[in-house]
């Protein structure tokens, strides 16, 4: 008792000085900058393996023909596909993970994923048979989801901007992705299969470099700080009372996954918001599959045009719904994201079939994701957190993105059964309709709107 007395001084302490330093002049730009540098890590983690898989493929399954509906390229798929259904078990520790950032800190575990991803690719990068690929997969696909630099942004940018403040960060990354277009087109050789491992070298040392400087550039979120401070500025028969209203509200000055998972389900506004993002989350699956698609439509120099061309766009879509976000309100934001994500696919879909060209595929195709991401990020980032009080936060970010992306199976699970009935490109529509409908209407009737509140203020009971 009198050790953690003593530790918990000591870190008050340091808090404390923190606390009193000062802010520069270009604190907040800096931050920004070194954050959307993270987050550039964070999505071309995110989509160097959708836009590498069928040369990957290619390549560790010995495929000698490049036609994505060969015989041999359905086997490979149907060896890795499962494994990406399965890769969500280890999601299951995410939120415990995420949660040590309200005891210990965001600037740690920013640090942390940071790498973490920097690891994956390399390891992906440098498989040499199916299991070390598929390692690499699951091992990008547990830091991935974490997203601390939106937590660090929504607990630093002003209130009133904390929405376009995100989205333009990640509508910056999200078009920085066209370098993986660019890199394929610089590395990739359609007659040396090995060649797509050399897209991966440039993101892997910059994640590592960005990933270690990170903790030492960035400071503690004022939020946490703050919090924190609160916390262990507290006497023990405070922190009794206080344990003892925590547990009539559901909720805790201190996160944790299982306290989070009890204020989830009794919080209407969290208990709404998980139905409708479990609901969106089944029609994600297609982001995985985008570049069999191209492949098999177009030859593969002009898949590389594509590539360049569907993340400026989707960057542009980002960028522009953070302003919707902020000026219109989260749920009139996410019934336009919505809309743009299906009549995206639909065109694309048809861009593929009908011969169209990359320059259209690939404009389709980021209006399509730039609608499905941005919504999903409100859904699973931004709405959660402008619900939750400060000292659940983290946990209860992690545990909600865990319990809505569980929806993921749904759509995957009726992918791997029935794309060897029905074209993958057709399979997308007929899976993606019916449940981005039904996710927009309960969000629509369900959930209230987050918009203008105040972070600090929430509590237990402010959307009951």
Do not use: H
Not at 63 to 69: D, F, L
Not at 234 to 240: A, D, F, K, N
Not at 275 to 298: C, K, N, P, Q
Request: hydrophobic content about 50%.
């Amino acid at each position: 008792m009198k050790n953690q007395m003593a530790r918990e001084q000591r870190e008050l302490a340091r808090l404390e000085r923190e606390s009193r330093r000062p802010k520069g002049a270009y604190y907040l730009l800096f931050t920004m900058i070194v954050l959307t540098i993270i987050y550039i890590v964070d999505e071309i983690t995110s989509n160097v393996n959708a836009a590498m898989q069928p040369y990957a493929l290619f390549d560790l399954f010995k495929i000698a023909s490049r036609n994505v509906n060969s015989p041999e390229y359905r086997t490979a798929i149907n060896t890795v596909a499962p494994w990406s259904v399965a890769s969500n078990l280890f999601l299951i520790v995410s939120p415990f993970y995420k949660a040590l950032s309200d005891r210990f800190g965001r600037r740690l575990f920013l640090m942390i994923n940071t790498i973490g991803m920097g690891v994956g690719m390399l390891v992906v990068m440098t498989s040499q048979t199916a299991v070390q690929y598929i390692l690499g997969m699951l091992f990008m696909m547990f830091f991935t989801p974490n997203d601390m630099q939106v937590l660090y942004i929504m607990e630093t940018a002003p209130k009133e901007k904390r929405a376009t403040y995100s989205f333009v960060a990640k509508g910056i990354a999200l078009i920085s992705v066209s370098l993986i277009g660019v890199l394929s087109k610089v590395f990739l050789k359609e007659d040396v299969p090995s060649s797509w491992r050399m897209v991966y070298l440039i993101p892997v040392i910059v994640a590592l470099v960005v990933g270690a400087g990170s903790y030492l550039l960035m400071r503690e979120t004022p939020v946490f700080v703050e919090q924190r401070r609160s916390f262990l500025s507290m006497t023990p028969e405070e922190r009794q009372l206080r344990a003892a209203e925590d547990k009539k509200s559901g909720t805790a000055e201190q996160g944790g996954v299982f306290r989070a998972v009890k204020f989830i389900f009794v919080n209407r506004q969290l208990r709404w918001i998980l139905i409708a993002g479990f609901l969106f989350f089944a029609t994600t699956f297609y982001t995985s599959y985008y570049a069999t698609v191209m492949e098999g439509a177009m030859a593969t120099e002009l898949v590389a045009v594509a590539l360049i061309i569907y993340p400026l766009v989707n960057g542009l879509v980002t960028i522009t719904s953070g302003f919707f976000s902020d000026k219109l309100g989260r749920k009139k934001a996410c019934l336009i994201l919505g809309g743009l994500a299906l009549l995206g696919l639909l065109l694309f879909v048809l861009a593929c079939r009908q011969g169209w060209g990359p320059v259209a595929a690939g404009i389709f195709y980021g209006c399509s994701i730039g609608g499905l991401w941005s919504m999903s990020d409100t859904l699973i980032l931004t709405m959660p957190a402008e619900s939750s009080p400060s000292g659940m936060r983290a946990s209860v970010m992690g545990t909600i993105s865990v319990m809505i992306g569980a929806g993921m199976f749904i759509g995957q699970a009726l992918f791997i059964v029935l794309q060897n009935f029905v074209s993958m490109d057709l399979l997308f529509l007929c899976i993606c309709v019916p449940f981005m409908a039904l996710s927009l209407l309960v969000l629509m009737t369900k959930v209230k709107e987050t918009r203008d509140v105040d972070l600090d203020a929430i509590t237990a009971d402010t959307y009951n």
